[in-house]
């Protein structure tokens, strides 16, 4: 990968990677109870 | 590389490869039916349908989790490099679950399976009955594309942009999965295990690719007294020829530059840059084969002298002027044009 790839590469993780996991956690929390039948 | 077709270049480290795959797979739903059906008496066909979909879920975690894993650790770049055979596996392994979860299902209906599977459940707006085998099967559709064209044939024919685009969709395939997962399993059984297990493992995958990142920065970043010299005198030490294993290469890393790969090869040393012309591999974690640079991810080979590959081929990756004195190696960080000849820097061995 060169440097440029690299860099798009962190960048993209350090900002969706803690949106998807706070969007699955707080996704969660609020609708677990009607996510159950 | 070749230029003749063949269908899997085995070797017998590919072998082993597949054997311990195989075997790791077949242990996984052994145990897990067997401790299932000691643990929970349900039914055959669901403790099956389980173990399928936890299998291939796992797998793909392992898929994800490998490339960052290597920046880490070499030992597992062998398990990087045939990473497609992982892919392949997941695949299949999701394929048998989501037939024997259709056939399941919906199988005894008076609606077609396929149509029942896809038509039936239309709760869309609702979280408690949302159609989660959608997005299953969605998932599974992905993973097809990608197991069908992971062959070089394909890389060859869909060019290497558009076969990498098509590939990081398996990141999109995750995150669908993870919501299959999770909703199978409150909708199923109200089980928030799965919920724990799926977050687990989405923050796994998250984390590790953010620490392989950084790392990674913090190479590029480094500065390890490689600056160099002021015209006209460029050249730098970037280390002993003795630190570098027989065909082999050493990966220097300047600030604000690509990374170079020096590789040392029967008493001589050459250094090109470290992104192969192809797509992007890591020509210092490959070696010199039959006197060819070969980069570990797809085998494309280039002669060290000139960074040219050999005829057919016509990739060429840019060179570096080096000397050898007193078995230290001197480097001239300034990038020739690829294809640009060196003379290797020569040493007694």
Redesign the interface.
Known sequence: ???E???W??WM??VL??L??LG??IG?WL??K???? | VSVQYNAVGWSPFKRLYDAILLGGIALYLGLFFLVGKLAWNGSTEVLLLRALGTCAFLLLHIVLCIGPLARFDRRFLPMLYNRRHLGVATFLVALAHGILATGYYHAFGRLNPLVSLLATNTQYT????FPFEILGVVALVVLFLMAATSHDFWLKNLSPGVWKRLHMLVYPAY?LL?MHV??GG??AE?S?VY?VLA?AG??TV??L??AA??R??QR?QRLPGLVPEPEPDPWIDVGSVDEIPQDRAKVVCLPG???IAIFRYGGMVSAVVN?CAHQ?G?LGEGKVVDGCITCPWHGYQYRPENGQAPAPFTERVATYRVRVSNRRILLDPRPLPPGTPVEPARFEE
């Open positions: 990968m060169t440097r790839h690299r860099r590469h962190f993780w350090l990677g803690p998807l996991v699955f956690a969660i609708n677990i009607e996510m159950v039948p | 609702s979280w408690a009955g995150g993870v999770v909703l409150l909708q109200g928030r919920v977050g989405l923050v998250v984390a690719h953010l990142g950084w990674e920065r590029d530059q690509e990374r992104t992007g890591p």
